[in-house]
């Protein structure tokens, strides 16, 4: 008998998220680990178990290294995919699940003479119809170690992202949950793969983290995640965090203030069904011009940096004999504020306009700065040009804008 391999996405949670969105689900299967390893060796399920056991460990082997020519993680570059894929074999802190477009059932079982290059002709054929996957690691925050974060998602169909998100806090909540201040991680006692006894996994917290590839920039992705009810926590960003060390991306947690894990998953499927209204994005995200998102983006990541830096010259020891700060230090540090209060004043200014403006009409606006300042230029030359024309006796008048 095998053991389970899913202790998130478990069978049970996977059989009851399945259940409630099913009918926009439209012929697609969703898979844990466990329903993939059955799936793709389904034809050799009737040979021994020594050649089993043997294929088993090979596919999933073919399976990862070969996930990258589907071209489902276009964002993510394939040598930093590669290497969680990596870190994940054998690893029982992480887990996936999979949507197939279509499944093949036709039953074509095959003996042990079968060639290794047969085999992955199988194997790569039902690959082909993936179209999505999910990555989450235990551990990976060690702040909140018994929480599962989100690693990945990736999908190369509008939507099925949506889908994936909210399996992942569907099975979050409908585990045991585990108190904040119990530290220790557990192992995962091993479970027998017993597909008539329900399997809710081991206790863990009930809190969805992650943190966002790309930061303000990821747009999609961080529209994406607040819909679900994550909001940024700075807390969990940087390399004093005890969390995610990276200063560029973003640290999200989920925000559900006296909502029952019921009531969450409830919202939560909802949300995916489109039946009941998201929890508040972003300004940024209201916005339909990807320019202007790109240029909110920039904004958002001006003010961050700066206050970093401010954070960091903050901590150092600057002061004189008499406890003030030396004017050179403190002169820095009020140019940190008077930056951080001017890219605020903006960013305000901004999030005010409304979802239609678009990053041209904005700076053409007279609130726009850069390109007002850039048309006084057009209009000096204008007036020059216009002169020599007429010196020239060339053209009567210059286009106006």
Do not use: W
């Not at 119990?182 to 009930?206: A, C, M, R, T």
């Not at 983290?209 to 679900?228: D, H, M, Q, V, W």
């Not at 209201?286 to 958002?300: T, V």
């Amino acid at each position: 008998m095998s053991f389970i391999q899913s202790h998130l996405f478990t069978n049970t949670i996977i059989y009851n998220y399945t259940h409630e969105i099913n009918h926009i689900l439209h012929g697609k299967s969703l898979m844990n680990m466990d329903e993939l390893t059955k799936y793709f060796l389904k034809s050799i399920s009737q040979t021994s178990d020594e050649f089993y056991s043997k294929n088993k460990s090979y596919m999933l082997q073919y399976f990862f290294t070969n996930i990258h020519r589907l071209k489902i993680c276009q964002a993510v570059e394939e040598i930093y995919l590669t290497s969680v894929l990596r870190r994940s074999t054998n690893n029982e802190n992480f887990d996936f699940a999979f949507i197939f477009s279509s499944i093949d059932d036709t039953d074509e079982f095959v003996d042990e003479s079968i060639t290794k290059e047969d085999l992955e002709k199988i194997y790569y054929t039902k690959m082909e119809s993936l179209v999505s996957f999910i990555i989450v690691e235990r551990n990976e925050c060690k702040k909140y170690g018994n929480a599962y974060a989100l690693n990945y998602i990736c999908s190369k169909e509008k939507g099925i992202g949506s889908i994936l998100v909210g399996l992942y806090l569907y099975s979050i909540f409908s585990h045991s949950p585990i108190d904040k201040s119990n530290l220790i991680v557990k192992k995962i006692e091993p479970q027998h793969n017993d597909e008539s006894i329900e399997y809710y996994g081991p206790q863990i917290l009930h809190m969805g983290i992650l943190e966002l590839s790309g930061g303000y920039r990821n747009t999609p992705a961080l529209c994406l995640y607040s819909k679900f009810g994550f909001i940024e926590d700075e807390i969990l960003s940087g390399p004093g965090s005890n969390c995610f060390t990276s200063t560029e991306n973003i640290a999200m947690i989920t925000d559900y203030h006296d909502m029952s894990p019921q009531d969450i998953k409830e919202k939560v499927v909802n949300i995916v069904l489109g039946r009941e209204s998201e929890f508040m994005k972003p300004p940024i995200c209201k916005f339909k011009d990807p320019k202007m998102q790109a240029y909110l983006a920039h904004l958002y990541g001006l003010k961050k940096n700066n206050k970093i830096e401010y954070n960091k010259l903050k901590i150092q020891l600057n002061n004189l004999p008499d406890g003030s700060l030396k004017p050179e230090f403190k002169e820095n540090l009020d140019l940190l504020i008077s930056k951080v209060d001017k890219i605020s004043a903006k960013i305000m200014e901004v999030e005010r306009l409304p979802g239609e403006t678009t990053y041209d009409e904005y700076n053409l606006s007279p609130s726009g700065g850069k390109k007002r300042r850039s048309n006084k230029k057009k209009k000096t030359n204008r007036r020059k040009t216009k002169n020599k024309r007429k010196t020239k006796n060339k053209r009567k008048t210059f286009r106006r804008y």
